[in-house]
């Protein structure tokens, strides 16, 4: 069994913090694990929990859209989120339940070693890229950490609910596109 497959073992047992109590699936990651670029999410819907796939449901076609026009694919990329198991009603997770989930996208990234990182939302941009970021102000920018570039986009629900934001987030998916073909030698 390799690293990977150790990894997303003990995940699916993990018990570290009270959002085990009401999941059907623990929502690992998607993807290949040889990618250079990874999407990171907030956390599982209904649909996701219900699957144990990230991004399956309406938000999860759309992000498929987005991936598509950039011509890429859940093939080419590796999908995860900040916590592994659904919160209640969709709310954003908790501190404490981000703390508990961590670990776990760490030792993801740790084993995946990806070039650019793309926040799916300001609570994956909170995270990753500055606790107090703006994503209406700053979505499609890049901040490179540690050789490690990151950006953030408007998640893809928050698009579905607001249609407008779309422009922008198709100028920010071409920055995206160009920066990759920069970036990575694989991934095209």
């Known amino acids: 069994m390799g690293e990977w497959e150790r990894l997303r073992e003990r995940c699916l047992a993990c018990r570290d913090c009270a959002l085990c109590e009401a ?6 990651g998607v993807g290949s694990t040889q990618a250079e670029v990874l999407f990171v999410g907030e956390g599982p819907g209904e649909n996701e929990d219900l699957q144990g796939e990230p991004f399956v449901g309406r938000a999860g ?4 859209d987005m991936l598509a026009m950039i011509d890429l694919d859940r093939s080419r990329v590796y999908i995860a989120n900040i916590v592994k198991c659904r919160p209640p009603q969709n709310r ?4 404490t339940e981000q703390e508990a989930c961590l670990p776990w996208l760490r030792e993801q990234i740790r084993l995946l070693q990806p070039k650019i990182v793309v926040c799916l939302g300001r609570i994956s941009a909170m995270v990753f890229i500055r606790p107090d ?6 979505h499609g ?5 540690d ?3 990151y950006m953030a986009l408007y ?3 928050a698009l579905l609910r607001d249609p407008r934001r779309r422009p922008e987030t198709f100028e920010d ?8 073909r920069e970036r990575c030698t694989h991934t095209y």
């Open 61 to 64: 076609k759309f992000l498929d």
């Open 155 to 157: 998640h893809p629900a």
């Open 141 to 145: 920018q890049f901040v490179t950490k």
């Open 133 to 138: 970021f703006k994503i209406s102000r700053e």
């Open 23 to 28: 999941r059907h699936n623990v929502v690992f």
């Open 92 to 95: 954003d997770p908790l501190n």
């Open 147 to 149: 050789g490690v570039d």
């Open 173 to 180: 998916l071409k920055a995206l596109q160009r920066r990759i």
